[in-house]
């Protein structure tokens, strides 16, 4: 079974200071890995994704991640945070199967932003 | 134009109700998929369809029953709501063999 595992369930930093969250899978096949983000009271939002293309990917709102399979680990980062970046991020990762790419998510991340 | 809608946006009912909550997108997907997130906003598979099939049944209470009446639409039919199902529940859909979801924007049920 494949599962992701998010460190912090709560991280603040300073507007305009460098965004890591971290992420780290377990599995036994290649994965799929993704980072949606979550605005209060909405829906999830495709941050980036991870296909085994490129192991530095580049997504929305200038976020990126790296995958790191020697750390089985895929950090969300950004270099400097906004008061807009304020959200629950989410981990997740693919588990594919009879056309149905289950997401499997971690726990997510709460993100503030201090001005 | 929105992709994946979801409706109601809130639903406050009864211990012991029945309730719907309805899935549409627009977005010609295959697949369309039924998640709950807990108060802990931890998010689970609850279901998945694809084609009209039932591919996925993650351990649910039968309580639980998702009917798609075409491809664009997947509701979530609830009998006798207990206070536990109190969450919010969001739908989402890809294309066939693909991974990348779209989430609509969720329903948040209360049980009272």
């Known amino acids: 079974a494949q599962s992701v595992t998010q460190l912090g369930s709560h991280v603040s930093v300073s507007e305009g200071a460098l965004v890591l969250l971290r992420c780290n899978y377990s599995?036994?096949?290649?994965?799929?890995l993704f980072w949606y983000v979550q605005y209060p009271n909405q829906g999830l939002q495709l941050l980036l994704k991870?296909?085994?293309?490129?192991?530095l990917v580049k997504g929305i709102n200038g976020f990126e991640a790296e995958f790191k399979k020697s750390e089985t680990s895929f950090h969300l980062t950004k270099p400097s945070a906004h008061m807009s970046d304020a959200a629950e991020y989410f981990c997740a990762v693919s588990n594919s199967g009879a056309g149905s790419y289950q997401l499997t998510f971690g726990k997510g991340t709460k993100l503030s932003v201090i001005p | 134009d929105t992709a994946v809608s979801q409706t109601p946006k809130y639903l406050v009912t009864q211990m012991g109700n029945d309730k719907s909550i309805k899935c549409e997108q627009n977005l010609g997907h295959d697949t369309m998929y039924w998640y709950k997130q807990d108060s802990k906003k931890f998010l689970k598979i609850m279901f998945s369809y694809n084609n009209k099939e039932l591919i996925i049944n993650e351990t649910v209470p039968n309580r639980f029953s998702p009917k798609s009446p075409d491809k664009a639409h997947l509701n979530l039919h609830i009998n006798s709501l207990e206070l536990g199902d109190s969450a919010v529940y969001f739908c989402?859909?890809?294309?066939?063999?693909?991974?990348?979801?779209?989430f609509g924007p969720g329903t948040r049920l209360t049980v009272l």
């Open positions: 989402a859909s890809s294309r066939l063999g693909t991974d990348t979801q779209y």
């Open positions: 599995s036994s096949v290649p994965p799929y």
């Open positions: 991870y296909t085994s293309a490129a192991t």
